[in-house]
Nanobody, 123 residues
């Protein structure tokens, strides 16, 4: 089992930045690929970014590419999402997720999920 807990969400204005964190506990953190997903009101949960277990590979949704950066610190068992140049359409609940070893962009491939943190971007 892996337990995940997101933090860092909040209310910001368009153009601002936020840094989300996801603290993990349980099994060996470095054995897991990690991802960020988000769900806006009335919409399905969607992929945002993913990172390999070692941190050497990353992938991003087109909508956030160039603005968001995913990273991890295996020594601290923590995943991050740096979000710059935020837009109102980034408003959503953001979730971190974990799956063994292989990185994936597919929501259904992830076994463990956090409870989410709300990000609201005003125009």
């Amino acid at each position: 089992q892996v337990q995940l807990a997101e933090s860092g969400g909040g209310l910001v204005q368009a153009g601002d930045f936020l840094r989300l964190s996801c603290a993990a506990s349980g099994r060996t953190f470095s054995n897991y690929a990690l991802g960020w997903f988000r769900q806006a009101p009335g919409k399905e949960r969607e992929f945002v970014a993913a990172i390999s277990w070692s941190g050497d590979r990353t992938s991003y949704a087109d909508s956030v590419k160039g603005r968001f950066t995913i990273s991890r610190d295996n020594a601290k068992n923590t995943l991050y999402l740096q979000m710059n140049s935020l837009k109102p359409e980034d408003t959503a609940v953001y979730y971190c997720a974990a799956r063994p070893l292989r990185m994936s962009l597919r929501l259904n491939d992830y076994d463990y999920w956090g409870q989410g943190t709300q990000v609201t971007v005003s125009s």
